[in-house]
């Protein structure tokens, strides 16, 4: 039989293990409704946006057989910090966006990855479009750099 002490230790134990466990699910889950219904948000709150705002064409761009060497710390979130944060990025609320649509957030990989064909096709440049649309004003990414976006996005799809 246990001494009342040590019945009162493990319970605050078996507590917190449940939490943490509690916790990663609800975060995993939090993690995926993000995604999904971050695009959706964007059409439930202005259709008429989601409607007209269209990009460019998919890129056509393919991850190399061999894969790449870019990787999101040493590419993706330079290209977002430098080009695309200034407009798309969660810190910013209302006229700071300029008219970036909400929820399109470049500043943390989940929220790159959960607009990921969407970018593409508004600053990517691959085999069967070179989409220009994004940045809307200097500095722009040059012709290579949006080639390494699409690639980069293309091998990050393709691993998930």
Avoid: K
């Avoid at 917190?16 to 409704?33: N, Y």
């Avoid at 971050?38 to 269209?54: K, S």
């Avoid at 890129?59 to 999101?72: K, Q, R």
């Avoid at 990517?124 to 390494?148: F, K, V, Y």
């Amino acid at each position: 039989m246990r001494a009342p002490g040590d019945l009162a230790r493990r319970s605050r134990t078996e507590d917190i293990v449940m939490h943490l466990r509690v916790r990663r699910g609800v975060t995993a889950i939090a993690d995926h409704l993000r995604a999904v219904a971050r695009p959706l948000g964007l059409c439930l709150l202005g259709l008429a946006a989601c409607v007209d705002a269209t990009g460019g064409p998919p890129t056509g761009a393919t991850c190399p057989p061999d894969g790449t060497t870019l990787t999101y710390d040493s590419f993706g979130a330079p290209f977002m910090a430098t080009y695309c944060t200034r407009c798309h990025a969660t810190t910013l609320r209302g006229a700071d966006r300029q008219g970036a649509p909400l929820y399109h957030d470049f500043d943390y990989y989940g929220g790159v990855m959960a607009v990921a064909r969407h970018i593409d096709e508004w600053t990517g440049a691959g085999p069967d479009a070179t989409n220009t649309q994004m940045p809307p004003d200097e500095p722009a990414p040059s012709l290579e750099e949006r080639q390494q976006l699409a690639e980069w996005l293309a091998c990050e799809l393709a691993n998930r």
